[in-house]
């Protein structure tokens, strides 16, 4: 009995110990992606934080969080122009310095999240230490040109701008979003389209390529500029998003990711622009469903935080 008792004794005592160190961190991340600053996500276009549990950066925030980052989820106005969803990012951020007690933010945007987080880094490079840029149309999208053939002022435009509208008003009601943020539907579309990421471009060139397809300045006013794509709209037969994303793969004169061409989403230091991924898989999604003969889209964000990390930043 009494060696049953000690065998008890020692059982817990080792089981406390075991919870005690954890709780000190000796068990704890390898900080492999701890870096500096703290890492600030932006959406893309119709983009959210989380619905119905459901995280638009399905598993990358807590893989980032579990080896050491600070990571910030934001959300923005899902539709409206560069300008203005970076007027709020930037409001977010300053927010983010306050609470966090750094200086300056990583700031990672997907899709129209690039050029809102640029837009950020341009006006207060103070408060950013680098922007990383996800299948993002710098220089516009062959999507929003073609739809920007429809007639400016008519009756089209104005359906279509009201299904989109209320479809952006939906999932920011639907994310939980603690104010409504406003929806301007051809804001976003003059924004993305080429000419008007052209005259963006011009007014906030920091990293932009200034050839067709190279790479930009990797270093401006103190920021890091960085960008990674994919260039596959086909991936996952059963994640449901690839037919579309097949569909408007056929706008393009070049390899896209259903939404982004290739030369379209270079920003400063090109990572890789031909990851088998589709535009959704960049952020992992659909609930994971990407291509089986590519890196997961979780160790690719991993590596960027890495990679800053060991930057400096």
């Given at each position: 009995?009494?060696?049953?008792?000690?065998?008890?004794?020692?059982?817990?005592?080792?089981?406390?110990?075991?919870?005690?160190?954890?709780?000190?961190?000796?068990?704890?991340?390898?900080?492999?992606?701890?870096?500096?600053?703290?890492?600030?996500?932006?959406?893309?276009?119709?983009?959210?934080?989380?619905?119905?549990?459901?995280?638009?950066?399905?598993?990358?925030?807590?893989?980032?969080?579990?080896?050491?980052?600070?990571?910030?989820?934001?959300?923005?106005?899902?539709?409206?122009?560069?300008?203005?969803?970076g007027e709020q990012l930037l409001d977010r951020v300053e927010e983010i310095v306050a609470i966090s007690g750094k200086p300056k933010v990583n700031l990672i945007g997907h899709?129209?999240?690039?050029?809102?987080?640029?837009?950020?880094?341009?006006?207060?490079?103070?408060?950013?230490?680098?922007?990383?840029?996800?299948?993002?149309?710098?220089?516009?999208?062959?999507?929003?040109?073609?739809?920007?053939?429809?007639?400016?002022?008519?009756?089209?435009?104005?359906?279509?701008?009201?299904?989109?509208?209320?479809?952006?008003?939906?999932?920011?009601?639907?994310?939980?979003?603690?104010?409504?943020?406003?929806?301007?539907?051809?804001?976003?579309?003059?924004?993305?389209?080429?000419?008007?990421?052209?005259?963006?471009?011009?007014?906030?060139?920091?990293?932009?390529?200034?050839?067709?397809?190279?790479?930009?300045?990797?270093?401006?006013?103190?920021?890091?500029?960085?960008?990674?794509?994919?260039?596959?709209?086909?991936?996952?037969?059963?994640?449901?998003?690839?037919?579309?994303?097949?569909?408007?793969?056929?706008?393009?004169?070049?390899?896209?990711?259903?939404?982004?061409?290739?030369?379209?989403?270079?920003?400063?230091?090109?990572?890789?622009?031909?990851?088998?991924?589709?535009?959704?898989?960049?952020?992992?999604?659909?609930?994971?469903?990407?291509?089986?003969?590519?890196?997961?889209?979780?160790?690719?964000?991993?590596?960027?935080?890495?990679?800053?990390?060991?930057?400096?930043?």
């Amino acid at each position: 009995m009494n060696k049953n008792k000690t065998l008890l004794a020692l059982s817990l005592g080792t089981a406390l110990a075991f919870s005690s160190h954890a709780e000190a961190g000796l068990f704890g991340s390898s900080g492999y992606t701890q870096t500096k600053y703290p890492i600030v996500l932006a959406h893309g276009m119709l983009g959210f934080d989380s619905i119905l549990g459901v995280n638009y950066w399905y598993g990358i925030p807590s893989s980032l969080r579990s080896d050491g980052a600070k990571v910030y989820v934001t959300e923005v106005s899902q539709l409206d122009t560069s300008e203005a969803r970076g007027e709020q990012l930037l409001d977010r951020v300053e927010e983010i310095v306050a609470i966090s007690g750094k200086p300056k933010v990583n700031l990672i945007g997907h899709s129209h999240g690039g050029p809102t987080a640029r837009y950020v880094a341009s006006v207060r490079p103070d408060l950013v230490a680098s922007i990383t840029s996800v299948g993002s149309p710098h220089k516009g999208s062959a999507v929003a040109d073609f739809l920007r053939q429809i007639p400016p002022g008519s009756a089209s435009e104005a359906i279509l701008a009201g299904i989109v509208n209320g479809l952006g008003a939906l999932i920011n009601f639907l994310s939980g979003s603690s104010s409504t943020t406003p929806q301007n539907a051809l804001g976003s579309l003059e924004s993305l389209n080429s000419a008007g990421a052209a005259a963006f471009n011009a007014k906030f060139p920091q990293g932009v390529p200034t050839s067709a397809c190279g790479e930009g300045a990797y270093s401006v006013n103190g920021v890091r500029y960085y960008s990674w794509s994919g260039t596959s709209p086909l991936t996952n037969i059963l994640d449901v998003s690839d037919g579309l994303l097949g569909a408007t793969s056929l706008l393009f004169n070049e390899p896209n990711d259903g939404l982004v061409g290739r030369c379209s989403s270079h920003l400063g230091m090109v990572i890789r622009d031909n990851y088998r991924m589709n535009h959704l898989d960049e952020v992992n999604q659909t609930f994971g469903l990407t291509s089986l003969f590519e890196t997961s889209p979780v160790t690719v964000f991993r590596q960027q935080a890495n990679r800053l990390k060991t930057a400096g930043l």
